[in-house]
């Protein structure tokens, strides 16, 4: 499995990449291969304030739904408009054309808080 160094990880299989006081988030690689062929991401809270944890949306798979969490505080100022028609590009590129969103973080250096890479190998390992 995939886990680049350029990322931060959460326990719950999310990835974020800080761009300053945006960032640019979506799920691992051990999510996307625990999850099985993705057939649909739903995200609504486009332009709301939220806080870490929060659920901001859900993924479909063939076999269930998962919420998805936020790993830092912020507003979403994006959703990535091509997995409405091409959800597969989560399993096929999670780190790359398989983001989900991007927000602007309410404080970037909360990310220190959560796992580097190597914490978060050894969590999936």
């Known amino acids: 499995m995939n886990y680049p160094d350029n ?52 993924v479909e798979a063939v076999k269930t739904v998962s919420d998805l969490y936020l790993p830092l505080a912020g507003t979403i100022t994006e959703v990535n408009p091509t997995l409405n028609n ?19 973080l309410a404080n970037p250096s909360d990310a220190d808080s959560l796992m580097d890479t190597t914490a978060y190998q050894n969590l999936v390992a």
Request: charged residues 30%; hydrophobic residues 35%; glycine residues 12%.
């Open 7 to 58: 990322l931060r990880y959460t326990k719950d299989h999310e990835w974020i990449r800080i761009e300053g006081d945006e960032a640019v988030i979506g799920i691992t690689d051990f999510a996307q291969h625990e999850l099985g062929d993705i057939v649909y991401v739903e995200i609504e809270t486009v332009g709301q304030e939220m806080n870490a944890g929060d659920v901001f949306g859900t």
């Open 86 to 104: 091409n959800p597969e590009l989560v399993n096929n590129d999670p780190y790359g054309e398989g983001w989900m969103i991007r927000m602007r």
